[in-house]
C-alpha cells in the first residue's frame, strides 16, 4: 500500500479543491492511505499535516480556494529546508506527494524529486502561464469572473459614456486579459507579450467615437503597467470621462466553473495513476483535450508562445 501525500502552494486557484478531492478519493479507491498537508511546503517543514479519508473532500467541488490553505516559504528554497520536509515526510510514511500549484510549486517538487523524493505536480494557478499545457485549473473560472465584471462595468460605461480600464492579474502573461476581452467585448485588450503605445489606444477611442460608440472598455494585464498611469495619459490627450477598475482579488476567488472541476477531476485521477505506476518528476496537463503527463524538468524548460492568431482576431471584431 502507497502512502501520498498533498499540498497547495503559492497562489490560490478555484479548483484547487476539485483537484484535492480527485487526489484524495482516487487514491483511496485503490487502496492508498493519504496525508493532507496544510499550508503548502511551510505546513510540510512545520508537520502540519493530517490523514485524509472520503469525507474529509466531501462536499468540496464547488468551493474556490483551498481546504488544505496555500502559502509562500523561503526555507523550502533552502537545502536545509528541504532536508527538513523529507524528514517530516518519511517519519509519516509518506512515499510520494502530489503538489498543486504552479511554477514555483513545481520548481520546488523538482527539487524534491532531485532529492530521491517522488513528487508530481497538477497545475493550479489562475493564470495560465504554464507552457506546457493548454489549460490551468482556475483559469477558466477566473475568466467567467472577469466578464461577469467587464459585462457590470459595461452597463454603467454605457450609461455614463465612460471610457473604462479594467486592470486584471497576469504579470508576465496576457492571456486573462485576452481570453477575457474577447468573451466581454473589449474594444482595446494590452498584454505583457505585445508593444502597444498610448497614441494607438486614444486614436482608436477616437475611430469608435466617430462611428457613435460612447464608451469603451479597456482590458490591461497588470504586468504592462500602472492603470492609473495610464488612465492619466489617456485623458491628457482625449479628455475621455474615464474611469479605472482594478479587479484584484476578486478575481482568485469564486466557484469553479464546470470546466475547472472535470479538469481538476481528471488531472487528480491521472497524478495517482502515475504515482501507483511508479512514475515520478512529471507534471499533469491538458493537451487538445486529452490528459497529458511531461517531465518536469521539461515541462518548466518550455516558453509559452503566445496567442497572437486570437490577439489579432480579437483586434478584428473590436474596430
Ligand atoms: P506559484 O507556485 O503559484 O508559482 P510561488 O512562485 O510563490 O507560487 O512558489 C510557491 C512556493 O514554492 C514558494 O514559496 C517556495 O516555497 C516554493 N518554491 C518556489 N521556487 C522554488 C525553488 N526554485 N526551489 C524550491 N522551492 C521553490
Request: hydrophobic letters at 40%; proline letters at 2%; glycine letters at 12%.
Amino acid at each position: 500500500m502507497k502512502t501520498i501525500g498533498i499540498l497547495t502552494s503559492g497562489g490560490d486557484a478555484p479548483g484547487m479543491n476539485a483537484a484535492i478531492r480527485a487526489v484524495v478519493r482516487s487514491a483511496i479507491y485503490y487502496g492508498c492511505k493519504v496525508y493532507g498537508i496544510n499550508r503548502g511546503y511551510k505546513g510540510l517543514i512545520e508537520e502540519d499535516l493530517e490523514e485524509m479519508n472520503l469525507s474529509s473532500v466531501g462536499d468540496i467541488i464547488h468551493r474556490g480556494g483551498t481546504i488544505l490553505k496555500s502559502s509562500r516559504c523561503e526555507e523550502f528554497k533552502t537545502e536545509e529546508g528541504r532536508k527538513v520536509a523529507v524528514k517530516v515526510l518519511k517519519k509519516y510514511g509518506i512515499d510520494c506527494l502530489v503538489v498543486i500549484g504552479g511554477d514555483g510549486s513545481f520548481n520546488g517538487a523538482l527539487k524534491l524529486t532531485e532529492l530521491g523524493f517522488p513528487a508530481i505536480g497538477l497545475p493550479g494557478t489562475i493564470d495560465n502561464d504554464l507552457a506546457y499545457t493548454d489549460y490551468t485549473i482556475g483559469f477558466d473560472t477566473t475568466i467567467n469572473t472577469i466578464i461577469d465584471a467587464i459585462g457590470k462595468i459595461r452597463d454603467t460605461s454605457s450609461s455614463h459614456e465612460r471610457v473604462n480600464i479594467i486592470e486584471v492579474m497576469g504579470r508576465h502573461c496576457g492571456d486573462l486579459a485576452l481570453y477575457a476581452g474577447l468573451a466581454g467585448g473589449a474594444e482595446t485588450i494590452i498584454v505583457p507579450e505585445i508593444n502597444y503605445n498610448v497614441d494607438d489606444v486614444c486614436n482608436k477611442l477616437d475611430t469608435t467615437k466617430k462611428r457613435g460608440k460612447r464608451h469603451s472598455i479597456i482590458i490591461l494585464a497588470e504586468g504592462v503597467g500602472n492603470a492609473q498611469d495610464l488612465g492619466k495619459e489617456i485623458v491628457a490627450r482625449t479628455n475621455a470621462d474615464l474611469r479605472v477598475t482594478i479587479l484584484g482579488h476578486v478575481q482568485r476567488g469564486g466557484s469553479p466553473t464546470a470546466f475547472d472541476r472535470i479538469l481538476a477531476s481528471k488531472m487528480g485521477v491521472r497524478a495517482v495513476e502515475l504515482l501507483l505506476d511508479g512514475k515520478a518528476g512529471r507534471v499533469v496537463g491538458t493537451r487538445a483535450n486529452e490528459i497529458i503527463d511531461m517531465d518536469i524538468t521539461e515541462a518548466l524548460s518550455m516558453t509559452r508562445d503566445f496567442d497572437k492568431e486570437t490577439y489579432e482576431m480579437a483586434k478584428i471584431l473590436s474596430i
